[in-house]
Nanobody, 123 residues
């Protein structure tokens, strides 16, 4: 089992920045692909970004390219999502997830999920 806890969400104005963190405990963090997904009210959960075990492969959804950066620190068992130039449409609950090695962009490929962090972007 891997336990994941997100932090860093909050309310920010459009154009602002937030940094989400995900702290992992349990099994060896470096064994897992990690990803960020988000879900807005009334919408399906969607892929945001993913990173391979060593960090040498990174994937982004088209709508965040150039604005968001995913990173990980295996020594600290932590995953991060730096979000810049935030837009009101980025408002959602953001989830970190572990285990999606088969297809990092698909939520059902992930075995472990955090409880989510609310990000609200005001216009």
């Amino acid at each position: 089992q891997v336990q994941l806890v997100e932090s860093g969400g909050g309310l920010v104005q459009a154009g602002g920045s937030l940094r989400l963190s995900c702290a992992a405990s349990g099994r060896t963090f470096s064994n897992y692909f990690m990803g960020w997904f988000r879900q807005a009210p009334g919408k399906e959960r969607e892929f945001v970004a993913a990173i391979s075990r060593s960090g040498n492969m990174i994937y982004y959804a088209d709508f965040v390219k150039g604005r968001f950066t995913i990173s990980r620190d295996n020594a600290k068992n932590s995953l991060y999502l730096q979000m810049n130039s935030l837009k009101p449409e980025d408002t959602a609950v953001y989830y970190c997830a572990g285990g999606g090695a088969s297809n990092p962009t698909v939520h059902y490929e992930y075995d472990y999920w955090g409880q989510g962090a609310q990000v609200t972007v005001s216009s």
